[in-house]
C-alpha cells in the first residue's frame, strides 16, 4: 500500500476555511488522488479526486503539489456538518484488480460554533 | 436522489441464524461492493461485482455469499451468523470498475451484531 501521512486530528470554529494536509510521498503513476469523508454513524462519502492541478467542486477544493507527493484538502467555509473524518487516497490504495479501497486512519476535523 | 440504498440499518441475529443484507443503487452504475468496517478499523471488502453477472472475493469473504441480482441490486447472505460478523456493513457502487478516476459512492450502513 501506498504510504499516506494525515494529522490525526484538526480542529476548526466554524465559517472558517480548512486546510487539510496529506503526505503521499510514494506516490507513482498517473492515476488519480481521492478524498472521502465520513460523518459519524454514516458511510464513507465522496469529496474530490484530481490529478496533477487544482481541482474545485461544490463541496470542496484540492490543491495538489508540483511532484504530487502531496495534496491539500480545503473546506472554504467550515459548518458544523463538516465535522466528520477525512479520508486521503492516493492511487495505490484505490481500486486496483479488486476495487478495493484503502482507507487509512484520516484526520477527524472537529468545528466548533 | 437516493444513490444507494441499504436495507435493513440495524439488525441483531443469534449465532447461527442467516440474514440477507439487501442494497440497490439508482445511479446506473455498473460496478457494486460490499465492505465491512469494525470498531476503530478501515474499510474490508468482502466481495465485489464488476458487472451485471459477475461476482469475485475480496478480502475477507469467508462466511458470506453474494448475489448480483440485476444491475441495481447486489445483495450480502450470511448463511450461519457468528459473532465475529458483528459489524457495519457498507454497500458501494461505481461508474465502472477499473480506473481510478471513478469514485465509489457508499450507502449510510447495515449495523448487525450477533449475540
Known amino acids: 500500500d501506498a504510504k499516506t501521512t494525515q494529522p490525526n486530528s484538526m480542529e476548526s470554529n466554524e465559517e472558517e476555511p480548512v486546510h487539510l494536509p496529506c503526505n503521499h510521498s510514494?506516490?507513482?503513476?498517473?492515476?488519480?488522488i481521492h478524498w472521502y469523508r465520513q460523518l459519524p454513524s454514516q458511510g464513507p462519502e465522496y469529496v474530490i479526486h484530481g490529478l496533477t492541478s487544482n481541482v474545485n467542486n461544490r463541496m470542496a477544493s484540492l490543491a495538489i503539489a508540483e511532484d504530487r507527493k502531496s495534496s491539500t484538502l480545503i473546506l472554504h467555509r467550515a459548518t458544523l456538518r463538516d465535522a466528520a473524518v477525512y479520508y486521503c487516497i492516493p492511487p495505490l490504495n484505490y481500486g486496483g484488480s479488486q476495487g478495493n479501497l484503502i482507507f487509512g486512519k484520516g484526520t477527524k476535523l472537529s468545528v466548533k460554533p | 436522489n437516493a444513490g444507494v440504498t441499504q436495507t435493513p440499518k440495524f439488525q441483531v441475529l443469534k449465532t447461527g441464524q442467516s440474514m440477507t443484507l439487501q442494497c440497490a443503487q439508482d445511479m446506473n452504475h455498473n460496478s457494486m461492493y460490499w465492505y465491512r468496517q469494525d470498531p476503530g478499523m478501515g474499510l474490508r471488502l468482502i466481495y465485489y461485482?464488476?458487472?451485471?453477472?459477475?461476482?469475485d472475493k475480496g478480502e475477507v469473504p469467508n462466511g458470506y455469499n453474494v448475489s448480483r441480482l440485476n444491475k441495481r441490486e447486489f445483495s450480502l447472505r450470511l448463511e450461519s451468523a457468528a459473532p465475529s460478523q458483528t459489524s457495519v456493513y457498507f454497500c458501494a457502487s461505481s461508474r465502472i470498475f477499473t480506473g481510478s478516476n471513478q469514485p465509489q459512492h457508499f450507502g449510510d450502513g447495515t449495523r448487525l451484531s450477533i449475540l
Open positions: 510514494t506516490i507513482s503513476g498517473t492515476d488519480y
Open positions: 461485482s464488476a458487472s451485471e453477472g459477475t461476482t
